[in-house]
């Protein structure tokens, strides 16, 4: 079965830097894009990032030119190097398959 599991949250202050992991097994990763979504207290889970198979990468308007998400096939990992973090970033941060599957989640704190 699919299984996405994230690590790497924290707490930051603003301005500073976290990497998330996403460790995926159950499918064939390389096969596959994979998504990285934010949820924040009170408000709707959005799209912060997407790779394909092939490395094509899209990123929310917010988040465009401060994080950077990868893919190491090898690994069946896809990261989200996340930079110059704003308070406004803090949210529980989650892995998908085409959004029909999760992992648990990782908490981002970012702290003025």
């Known amino acids: 079965q699919v299984q996405l599991v994230e690590s790497g949250g924290g707490l930051v202050q603003a301005g500073g830097s976290l990497r998330l992991s996403c460790a995926a097994s159950g499918f064939t990763f390389s096969n596959n894009a994979m998504r990285w979504y934010r949820q924040a207290p009170g408000k709707e889970r959005e799209l912060v990032a997407s790779?394909?198979?092939?490395?094509?990468?899209n990123y929310a308007d917010s988040v465009k030119g401060r994080f950077t998400i990868s893919r190491d096939n090898a690994k069946n990992t896809v990261y989200l190097e996340m930079n110059i973090l704003k308070p406004e970033d803090t949210a529980v941060y989650y892995c998908?398959?085409?959004?029909?599957?999760w992992g648990q989640g990782t908490q981002v704190a970012v702290s003025s």
């Open positions: 790779i394909s198979s092939s490395g094509t990468t």
């Open positions: 998908s398959l085409y959004g029909n599957y």
